[in-house]
């Protein structure tokens, strides 16, 4: 089996961007030849299928509850395939060891047909947040320049460092105003998390703000398709030809199957 990519796009606090970036990231990567899996991990205020302008029939619950395979729920859309959040998922709890079976099964039929697993999961520091970014082989944190949004980042990678051992984060600022104003914000963050916290963190880069953002969002469609020429869109290809670049690892962990498998085990 080959080695799939499992990227879980997080950031602490709400309204950062955080699944605008997992949206067009999946689009960046597919754009790039990748076979790419996007799946909506807020269980409480999943937005992806808005953000794309698409309506999902089934979801992972309709899956959990046995009534049709994970592949009959996934969308094709944009060049990519969609994975639709539901409440469900919070059933993942309450499985017995068939059901873990037959999830991770599920999950496991997926991994020839594609190369990037993108999560995007939800705001906060929720058991569920933790369970999705922990199973993950990449860790993407989403910051931007205001005090909120890196004091929640800070306490979510302290968590994630604390309770699950996790020492490896990238981190990508969003909504910058000037060119220089992502690394300064990198370094800024890394020099205080440095001081306290045995991790490593490492700059992904920077997407600047950009108003037509808003506006593809109002129209439902994904930035990159809505206004391709615009300097946030190039910002996108740009972060999307780095991560296609970074070492996809080839070991059990960074198959699929152990990442459905350490997201069931931490649910127990």
Same mark, same amino acid.
């Given at each position: 089996?080959?080695?799939? *990519?499992v990227?879980?796009?997080?950031g602490? $606090?709400?309204g950062?961007?955080? #699944?605008?970036i ?6 960046g990567?597919?754009?790039?030849g $990748?076979r ?9 205020l ?8 698409i309506k999902? *029939?089934?979801?992972? %619950?309709d899956v ?11 969308? %094709?859309?944009h ?7 539901s ?7 309450n499985?017995?060891?068939? *059901?873990?079976?037959g ?5 496991? %039929?997926?991994? %020839?047909v594609?190369?990037v697993?993108?999560i995007?999961?939800?705001a906060g520091?929720?058991?569920s947040?933790?369970s ?5 082989q990449e ?8 005090p @909120?949004?890196? #004091?929640d980042?800070?306490a979510l990678? $302290?968590?994630?460092h604390r309770d ?6 990238r ?11 992502g *690394?300064?914000l990198?370094?800024?963050f890394?020099a205080v998390?440095s001081r306290?916290?045995d ?14 953002v ?9 930035l990159l398709?809505?206004?391709?020429g ?6 996108y ?9 970074w070492?996809?690892r ?5 198959q699929?199957?152990?990442?459905v498998?350490?997201l069931?085990? @931490? #649910?127990?």
């Amino acid at each position: 089996m080959h080695p799939i *990519q499992v990227l879980a796009v997080t950031g602490g $606090k709400g309204g950062v961007g955080k #699944t605008s970036i997992s949206v067009n990231l999946s689009i960046g990567l597919a754009q790039l030849g $990748k076979r790419v899996v996007l799946m909506d991990a807020d269980l409480g205020l999943a937005n992806v299928d808005i953000l794309l302008g698409i309506k999902a *029939q089934r979801t992972i %619950e309709d899956v959990l509850k046995g009534d049709c395979g994970l592949a009959d729920i996934l969308i %094709e859309t944009h060049g990519i395939k969609v994975i639709p959040a539901s409440s469900g998922v919070q059933s993942l709890v309450n499985m017995g060891p068939g *059901q873990h079976a037959g999830i991770i099964s599920a999950f496991s %039929e997926l991994a %020839e047909v594609l190369d990037v697993l993108v999560i995007d999961t939800a705001a906060g520091i929720s058991d569920s947040v933790v369970s999705f970014v922990r199973a993950a082989q990449e860790v993407l944190v989403v910051v931007c320049d205001e005090p @909120s949004s890196m #004091t929640d980042a800070y306490a979510l990678i $302290k968590l994630l460092h604390r309770d699950c051992q996790l020492r490896d984060f990238r981190i990508l600022a969003n909504m910058t105003r000037t060119p220089d104003e992502g *690394q300064n914000l990198f370094n800024r963050f890394s020099a205080v998390a440095s001081r306290f916290l045995d991790v490593n963190l490492r700059y992904a880069g920077d997407i600047p703000f950009d108003d037509n953002v808003r506006k593809a969002s109002q129209r439902q469609k994904p930035l990159l398709e809505a206004y391709p020429g615009s300097k946030a869109s190039e910002a996108y290809r740009r972060l999307s030809r780095t991560i296609s670049l970074w070492p996809v690892r080839t070991e059990a962990s960074g198959q699929l199957e152990f990442f459905v498998e350490r997201l069931v085990q @931490s #649910t127990l």
